[in-house]
């Protein structure tokens, strides 16, 4: 991840919990300190982790963050991942919004791990889609990284992707592709969604760099492999997940993008328990 765009998105996600101060913690005096641990209260892979050294050293910058596990450790229930020291204040401030953050990567992580050995391919990569949620593309697009998957394109600005509501109003496939080849440089990517034979066979002579095989069977997408020439590049979208992927696995596809991965996942269950060092010093 970009070190300074996560930071800078995890300093308004502590202002919008924090606002002007955290009122609970007149409880505690600026003496008062102590350590917190954070564990998996379930199985899974854990991703994130450096958002606990970000988000504290924002609180402040004196408490210290110790990292037990790696981004892309299998941890099992009850293992340590985080062991955090410092004003209690501050910890507790943090944790709400740290956990949230490091739950649903750890959720993303974990499934993207599952649908990769689901698929059992040496072939096909497992992608992720633009189903995210808003402001935490970077963090979830990352968690898919750490789970064993890779990316598609990270916004609108990246790549083309000419969909059917863009080749509708382009006129056909050929004309869509030829417009946005005129308009943009050579660096951008080109994809074309197909939904039947016929599109398949215009956008092969259109000569994307990507085209899409949407919603079709495992067979049709086997047959629709061999036709297309080996520069261009296959990928096969909807309605995969978990539960199916394995019939995807013999298509031949390239990529197979999958939006269960960040639009569908439970957060992990994650908890931090903290121990006063110096509890005279709590206000009673």
Known sequence: MN?????????????????????SSVLFTEEDRGE????????????GLDCFKWG????????????????????????????????????????????????????????????VEALGST????????????GLRMFEKYAVRVGGGFNHRNGLYDAVMLKDNHIAA????????????TALGHMTMIEVEVESLAEL???????????????QTPDTMKAWVQLVPEPIRTEASGGIDLNNLAAYRH????????????????????????TISQKEAIHQ
Do not use: W
């Open 56 to 115: 504290y050293r924002l609180l402040d910058p004196t408490i210290i963050v110790e990292s037990l596990k790696t981004d892309g450790d299998f941890v099992e229930s009850g293992e340590a991942i985080i062991r955090i020291q410092g004003p209690v204040a501050a910890l507790l401030a943090g944790e709400r919004v740290l956990l949230n953050l490091v739950q649903r990567m750890s959720a993303i992580a974990t499934l993207t791990a599952q649908c």
């Open 36 to 47: 917190a641990v954070v564990r998996l209260k379930q199985d899974g892979v854990v991703a």
């Open 251 to 274: 298509t031949g596809v390239d990529v197979i993008s999958i939006g269960a991965l960040t639009h569908s996942v439970h957060n992990l269950d994650i908890s931090m328990n903290l």
């Open 123 to 134: 072939h096909t990569r497992i992608v992720d889609t633009r189903k995210t949620t808003p």
């Open 170 to 181: 382009a006129g056909s496939i050929t004309q869509a592709v030829q417009r946005v080849r």
């Open 3 to 23: 070190r300074l765009k996560a930071e800078d998105a995890i300093k308004n996600f502590l202002l919008e919990d924090i606002g002007d101060r955290d009122v």
């Open 201 to 215: 066979q215009e956008a092969i002579a259109a000569r994307p760099d990507v085209i899409m095989f949407d919603n």
